[in-house]
């Protein structure tokens, strides 16, 4: 057997080298093909994924109001000891919704919703994408800096907030404090029922604010297809058992909050709404059995490092940074029989692009990110935009029905981010600026980045964001 794979790897390199001198003498350097038409079409075609097709409901609000009809009666959201049925949170954001479209809200519109994690944060998103907006999550704990510029970046129509955080929102946005008795009368004059407003797949659901590498935050605008698209892929690959009861813990400024909140909203599931991952290790924090959570991973390894958790979910799903082999390990220690993903995908690609399940056999040194979801192209390419051989380092590249729209107000960035394919007729791709490579499976290995960027717990940081504040200051002269 070692023979046979001593074997395969010469003639790999010799095949590789016939490629390459084939050109000639005068062919540069630079120009030299160096994959033959078997391993090319490998990388570019078997490879790569293949785009899915339109779902048939493709808003997030058709997903969600069919779920509604399929199970009114079900439990849909529990937090903080509310519960609501299906029915209980669709009425609910439907009586927001209509507050909000007499605000002004409708289709390409941005609603900031700046609320304590629970039942209310839940209801407002919904209501803001019923009412055709596009949802911009605000963290009340941010600096309130750091929430005054994206405020005034995004020019919401209205910011959802309550009279406990209602302090950190500058006082010239217009502001819809649920809990002021005049809204709490309005609200209960309102209908519950559907509002019909028209939502197209092309219109924004959602807009999330990453780290710019210039110094200035960037709100990353995602439509409604991409978001359909994602909660299909979903569906398949965790519908029914996986999805029956999942613990939100993740930031809604964080997008993999989507895929947790409404990836069982539109399956039938029960969302528990929990202030963050290290409920899994408190009894007295979650309310029955969970069957899956999800998180980066430094901070799963953290809450099963105590050797016992308060529930056993079925499935954990890891993503926002490298997942090693000593982290699956420990989860397995601590839940023997789990399904473990590590699944990949930068906020510009609607969460998640890539994904990996680990099976019964020992994890490698290298925890792969996986292979394209469905609907995803992936595309490991040198700085010419060319297919990189298996096992060589090149940037990650990615195609499909899940890219954002781009960059809120940034047109510049965007045609800089995100370039045409040259494999692929109209097709786009994301420059995601991670350093990957093909393994001999077929699946792709994060490597590292090709900028400066880092990642704490998930959360994009750009040191020249950091460098910028710190050179604006009138004591420093220079900042590195």
Same mark, same amino acid.
């Given at each position: 057997a070692v023979g046979v794979l001593v074997r395969t790897a010469v003639e790999g390199v010799v095949s590789a080298?016939?490629?390459?001198?084939?050109?000639?003498?005068?062919v540069p350097l630079s120009a030299v093909e160096v994959l033959d038409e078997v391993e090319r079409r490998r990388v570019l075609s078997e490879w790569a994924g293949v785009a899915a097709a339109e779902a048939e409901v493709s808003t997030l609000p058709e997903l969600f109001e069919a779920q509604v009809v399929r199970s009114p009666q079900a439990p849909a959201v529990v937090s903080g000891g509310v519960e609501l049925s299906y029915a209980e949170l669709d009425a609910r954001a439907n009586r927001l919704a209509r507050l909000l479209v007499g605000r002004g809200v409708g289709p390409e519109s941005v609603v900031a919703v700046a609320l304590e994690r629970g039942v209310e944060s839940v209801v407002a998103l919904l209501a803001v994408v019923k009412a055709g907006g596009a949802y911009l999550p605000v963290d009340p704990g941010y600096p309130v800096e750091r929430? /005054?510029?994206?405020? /005034?970046d995004a020019v919401p129509v209205a910011v959802v907030t309550s009279r406990a955080v209602a302090g950190v929102i500058p006082g010239e946005v217009p502001a819809v404090v649920l809990d002021e008795p005049s809204v709490v009368e309005e609200l209960a004059g309102l209908s519950g029922a559907p509002l019909g407003v028209g939502v197209l797949p092309s219109h924004p659901a959602y807009v999330i604010y990453t780290s710019?590498?210039?110094?200035?935050?960037?709100?990353?605008?995602?439509e409604h297809r991409s978001v359909a698209g994602l909660l299909g892929w979903a569906g398949v690959?965790?519908?029914?058992?996986?999805f029956a009861r999942v613990l939100v813990s993740t930031s809604f400024n964080f997008?993999?909050?989507?895929?947790?909140?409404f990836g069982p909203l539109v399956s039938g599931g029960c969302v528990e709404v929990v202030k963050d991952l290290l409920a899994l290790a408190d009894p007295d924090a979650v309310v029955g059995e969970v069957s899956l959570v999800s998180g980066v991973p430094s901070a799963f390894a953290q809450v099963v490092a105590g050797g016992s958790l308060a529930v056993e979910p079925g499935v954990v799903v890891l993503a926002g940074e490298a997942l090693t082999a000593d982290t699956v390990a420990g989860i397995r220690a601590v839940l023997p029989g789990v399904r473990v993903a590590n699944i990949y995908g930068p906020t510009e690609a609607t969460v998640y692009a890539t994904a990996w399940f680990a099976g019964e056999d020992e994890v490698g040194a290298v925890v792969p990110i996986g292979r394209p979801v469905a609907g995803t192209r992936a595309f490991v390419l040198d700085g010419?935009?060319?297919p990189v051989p298996v096992g060589v380092a090149g940037e990650l590249y990615l195609a499909g029905s899940g890219l954002a729209r781009g960059y809120l107000g940034r047109a510049g960035l965007s045609a800089e981010r995100f370039v045409a394919s040259p494999y692929g007729t109209g097709e786009r791709l994301y420059r995601t600026g991670d350093v990957v490579r093909w393994n001999a499976r077929g699946e792709v290995e994060y490597l590292g980045r090709a900028d400066e960027q880092v990642k704490i717990r998930g959360f994009r940081i750009e040191p020249g964001e950091v460098q910028s504040v710190i050179a604006a200051h009138s004591g420093v002269a220079q900042a590195a």
């Open positions: 080298l016939e490629v390459a001198l084939d050109g000639g003498p005068q929430i /005054a510029f994206m405020l /005034a710019g590498s210039t110094g200035r935050p960037k709100g990353v605008v995602v690959e965790f519908g029914g058992g996986d997008d993999v909050s989507v895929f947790e909140l010419r935009l060319r």
